[in-house]
C-alpha cells in the first residue's frame, strides 16, 4: 500500500507540473511494465507486472530527460510465501535518432534507487544503472506509443533484472488553441474579430491566421523554435537557435565548392593528344556536364625547347586540341571553352633535364563549381 501511494503522489504531481508548464516542452508518460528476476540472486517469483509513470523534459529535437517510476508487487519463491514489493524510481537520459514528433528507435540509460521489500523478510535499496533501447510510434502529433526494453544492474552486481514496458506518452506544449480557448465574444458588441481567432481585431498582430492553427495572446502563432517560422508551416520544429533555415524551417544547406584539375602532357614539338589522357579530358567533360553553368579556360605551355615565338603557337595548338578533343568525344558546347597559350613562360619543372622538358609540355585547367 505504501508502494501504491508513491505511485499515486508520483501521478498526481506529474499532472500538476506539466499543466503549469503546459507551454514548455514537457510530457507525461505511463503504462506497463514487468520485473524478470535474475533467479540465481533473488527468490521471487518472476514476471511481476505493474503500471509505471513517468515525467519528462524534451530538451531539443533528439535528446530528453526522463524521471520514471516503476512499481510492481510479487511473492518469494520459498515455501512461506511473502508478499513483495519492488520499485525502481530512477532520472534517465533518452536519445531518438529520428526528430520529436516522428516515429524514432530510442536510446535510453540512467541511474536510480531499486528497492525490494519482502515484508517480514525486510527490505533492501541498492543504487542500479539502468540501460536499454525502445521505439515509439505517433498516433497524433502529441499522442504516442511507447515500447522499452532496459536492463538493471546495481553496483555490487546483486540487482540483475530485465524490465520491459509498455506505455503511452503524451507531449505538452502549445496549448492557447483557436477552437479551445476561444475569447468570449458578444456579437452585438462591435469587438470584431475577423479571423476567428479568439482574439479582438484591435489587438490582433497576426490578422489574417488561418483557421485552426494555435496562437498566443496576441494573435499569432507559435513559434516554438524561434527560427521565424510558424509551428504550424514548420517542418523542423526542433531546429537549434542561431541555424539558417529555409522555408520549411529546416537547416539551410550551405552550398559547398567542387573542383576538377585537368593537365595533358604531350610529345616534343607535338599537340597531338595521347590516347592515355582520355580518361583525364573525360572526367573534366563529365563535371562540365553536371554543372551546366560552368565554363572553362585551357591554358597550353611548352618547353624552352626552340624559338620562342615558337613555342607561343605551340602552347596555342596545344590548348586548341584538347579543346577539340572535349566537343568531338564529349559534346561539350564550344561556346563553353576558352583557349590560351603561355609558351615557355610558366615551367613547373627543370628545362635543363629531359624530365623536366616533359613536364612542361602540357595544358592544365581547374574548373569549379558551387555544389549545392
Not at 533492501?124 to 536492463?151: I, M, V, W
Not at 596545344?318 to 615551367?347: C, H, L, W
Amino acid at each position: 500500500m505504501t508502494k501504491m501511494f508513491k505511485l499515486a503522489s508520483l501521478t498526481t504531481a506529474l499532472i500538476c507540473s506539466t499543466y503549469a508548464n503546459a507551454e514548455a516542452p514537457v510530457y507525461v508518460t505511463g503504462g506497463a511494465s514487468a520485473f524478470f528476476f535474475d533467479t540465481d540472486v533473488h527468490n521471487v517469483d518472476n514476471g511481476a507486472v505493474g503500471p509505471w509513470v513517468g515525467l519528462g523534459y524534451q530538451i531539443d529535437k533528439n535528446w530528453a530527460v526522463e524521471l520514471d517510476y516503476n512499481w510492481s508487487e510479487t511473492e518469494t519463491d520459498t515455501p512461506s510465501q511473502f508478499d513483495t514489493d519492488v520499485s525502481l524510481l530512477s532520472l534517465n537520459g533518452l536519445y531518438r535518432y529520428a526528430p520529436v514528433g516522428q516515429n524514432s528507435w530510442i536510446a535510453k540509460a540512467g541511474l536510480g534507487q531499486y528497492t525490494l521489500d519482502a515484508d517480514t523478510l525486510g527490505e533492501e535499496e541498492k543504487f542500479a544503472l539502468k540501460a536499454g533501447a525502445g521505439y515509439e510510434h505517433y498516433f497524433t502529433s502529441n499522442l504516442s506509443a511507447t515500447f522499452f526494453y532496459e536492463l538493471v544492474a546495481s553496483f555490487d552486481s546483486t540487482v540483475i533484472e530485465s524490465l520491459p514496458s509498455i506505455g503511452l506518452k503524451y507531449q505538452f506544449g502549445q496549448t492557447t488553441s483557436k477552437s479551445d480557448d476561444m475569447t468570449k465574444v458578444d456579437n452585438s458588441n462591435a469587438m470584431a474579430d475577423a479571423d476567428k481567432d479568439g482574439v479582438a481585431d484591435s489587438k490582433d498582430m497576426c490578422s489574417n491566421t488561418p483557421t485552426g492553427v494555435r496562437v498566443n495572446s496576441q494573435g499569432c502563432p507559435f513559434d516554438r523554435d524561434s527560427d521565424g517560422v510558424y509551428d504550424y508551416k514548420d517542418e523542423c520544429p526542433m531546429t537549434p537557435n542561431g541555424v539558417a533555415v529555409d522555408s520549411k524551417g529546416c537547416r539551410k544547406e550551405e552550398p559547398k565548392t567542387v573542383s576538377v584539375e585537368l593537365y595533358v602532357q604531350f610529345e616534343l614539338e607535338s599537340a597531338v593528344v595521347k590516347q592515355r589522357f582520355h580518361g583525364d579530358i573525360k572526367q573534366l567533360a563529365d563535371f562540365m556536364k553536371k554543372y551546366p553553368n560552368s565554363k572553362v579556360v585551357l591554358v597550353g605551355h611548352a618547353d624552352s625547347t626552340g624559338p620562342a615565338d615558337f613555342n607561343q603557337r605551340l602552347s596555342e595548338q596545344r590548348a586548341q586540341s584538347v579543346a577539340d578533343y572535349m566537343v568531338k568525344e564529349f559534346n561539350v558546347s564550344s561556346s563553353r571553352i576558352t583557349t590560351r597559350g603561355e609558351g615557355e613562360r610558366n615551367p613547373i619543372a627543370d628545362n635543363s633535364t629531359r624530365e623536366g622538358r616533359a613536364k612542361n609540355r602540357r595544358v592544365t585547367t581547374t574548373l569549379e563549381a558551387q555544389s549545392k
